[in-house]
T-cell receptor
Framework: NAGVTQTPKFRVLKTGQSMTLLCAQDMNHEYMYWYRQDPGMGLRLIHYSVGEGTTAKGEVPDGYNVSRLKKQNFLLGLESAAPSQTSVYFC?????????FGEGSRLTVL | SQQGEEDPQALSIQEGENATMNCSYKTSINNLQWYRQNSGRGLVHLILIRSNEREKHSGRLRVTLDTSKKSSSLLITASRAADTASYFCATAQGGSEKLVFGKGTKLTVNP
């Protein structure tokens, strides 16, 4: 089993550019999450989804959009990237409350 | 805002010693979980303790939960160099499926 797969693993953007991070899980989990991790800040929840076609805001949703068109995929979009969005992004899915994480996507916005 | 806060922020011990990390949280919870993160990797689930449990064991891990003090501790016994990682507590509030993470404790186990 691949578990949770994130693409791309690394990306450098210029301010104002847009991009999409893709998260795919093969465990048939209903719940999926996007977190960002910054030094000294731990993990902060951006958006999450409790099932196909649903999304909800987390702790730090501004500047991000998400979509869950298929149960196995959860996309995180940045419409106009800002330097403050430089971070490591983690996707996770959950089963009975336990989270399964991807390996992260490191994004740098110049 | 962060729900859980780990203490200490960093801990350095010798191989074979025990490591204790603490987590405090602010509001009532359904459960509390501990995760481990090796440098540059994703988080891995270690153990979940429910609000009606006081202690739980898994191998060399022992977790306690004191809901009256809103705190939890993670004990790693007989530590190994391979235990070097960051450890995070995470809490789920009420009926929410959202897990809120603390800032983590960075553990270094010296050979």
């Amino acid at each position: 089993n691949a578990g949770v797969t994130q693409t791309p693993k690394f990306r450098v953007l210029k301010t104002g550019q847009s991009m999409t991070l893709l998260c795919a899980q093969d465990m048939n989990h209903e719940y999926m999450y996007w977190y960002r991790q910054d030094p000294g800040m731990g993990l902060r929840l951006i958006h999450y989804s409790v099932g196909e076609g649903t999304t909800a805001k987390g702790e730090v949703p501004d500047g991000y959009n998400v979509s869950r068109l298929k149960k196995q995929n959860f996309l995180l979009g940045l419409e106009s990237a800002a330097p403050s969005q430089t971070s490591v992004y983690f996707c996770a899915s959950s089963y009975r409350g336990e989270l399964f994480f991807g390996e992260g996507s490191r994004l740098t916005v110049l | 805002s962060q729900q859980g806060e780990e203490d200490p922020q960093a801990l350095s011990i010798q191989e074979g010693e025990n490591a204790t990390m603490n987590c405090s949280y602010k509001t009532s919870i359904n459960n509390l979980q501990w995760y481990r993160q090796n440098s540059g990797r994703g988080l891995v689930h270690l153990i979940l303790i429910r609000s009606n449990e006081r202690e739980k064991h898994s191998g060399r891990l022992r977790v306690t939960l004191d809901t009256s003090k809103k705190s939890s501790s993670l004990l790693i016994t007989a530590s190994r160099a391979a235990d070097t990682a960051s450890y995070f507590c995470a809490t789920a509030q009420g009926g929410s499926e959202k897990l809120v993470f603390g800032k983590g404790t960075k553990l270094t186990v010296n050979p």
